[in-house]
């Protein structure tokens, strides 16, 4: 019986603290820059203290009518392109937490791609506790949206894990105080089952003003379900 202790305390360590085994990383290192431009920001610009922090990977980022999108709440974006949930998890404190927000929307979806280091579902699943973790120490009641990662033709066939990551989060969300999921799968696909590709650029990866708009509809309802007796006055 003792001999199966040291292993159980190893693996309820590593899934308390998944940051150790991503921190050191040169890729995750290397968006240090983008990281400082982010606080460069912040010392530079004031934000409302009822803004909408919008944040996470490349679709965030290319995101250019957020702010009108989403009025009539106020909006700070932070995404950087490439973003996975190994790099924003070490990095949450530092683009999270510097602000005081009504809520945090998150959209991160590059740890499952097709490719040879893509993460399993459970490992995406667990960092994104590891981001909650690191959410709640300083806003401990702030709502936080996590929107489902959307289907897309480039990454049709590793559907299956993508689509086993959102169950995974939905279930963390859904068991989760002040955390909500934001489902997309239903609305990005045809008929078929397969992605709409009239709703995505050239590269079958990244959103166009269409999926943009259907974006808006979906997680602007969410935020007013929950923030809309404290719209914020502009």
């Given amino acids: 019986m003792i001999r199966y202790v040291f292993p159980i305390i190893i693996i309820f360590i590593l899934s308390c603290s998944p940051l150790r085994m991503y921190q050191d990383l040169p890729e995750v ?15 530079a610009k004031s934000y409302p203290s009822n803004a909408v922090l919008f944040a996470g990977s490349s679709s965030i980022r290319l995101w250019t009518t957020l702010p009108e999108d989403m009025l009539p709440f106020n909006i700070i974006q932070r995404g950087y392109g490439g ?103 239903h609305i990005f696909r045809d008929e078929s089952g397969k992605p709409k590709e009239e709703l995505f650029v050239d590269d079958k990866l990244h959103l166009n003003a269409d999926g943009y708009r259907i974006w808006t509809g979906l997680i602007k309802n969410e935020l007013l379900n929950v923030l809309g007796d404290t719209l914020p006055v502009r």
């Fill in 83 to 185: 973003a996975k949930l190994s790099d924003f998890a070490v990095y949450a404190d530092r683009i999270i937490n510097p602000h005081k927000c009504s809520a945090i929307v998150l959209f991160i979806a590059n740890d499952i791609t097709g490719n040879p280091d893509d993460k399993n579902p459970e490992e995406v699943a667990n960092l994104f506790r590891s981001v909650l973790r690191t959410i709640r120490k300083k806003q401990k009641d702030t709502p936080v949206f996590w929107i489902g990662i959307t289907p897309t033709p480039s990454r049709w066939s590793v559907w299956p894990e993508i689509n086993r990551a959102n169950g995974l989060i939905r279930n963390i969300c859904e068991n989760s105080r002040n955390v909500y999921y934001i489902r997309t799968d």
């Fill in 29 to 43: 290192k290397s968006w240090e820059s983008e990281i400082e431009e982010f606080e460069k920001v912040d010392v």
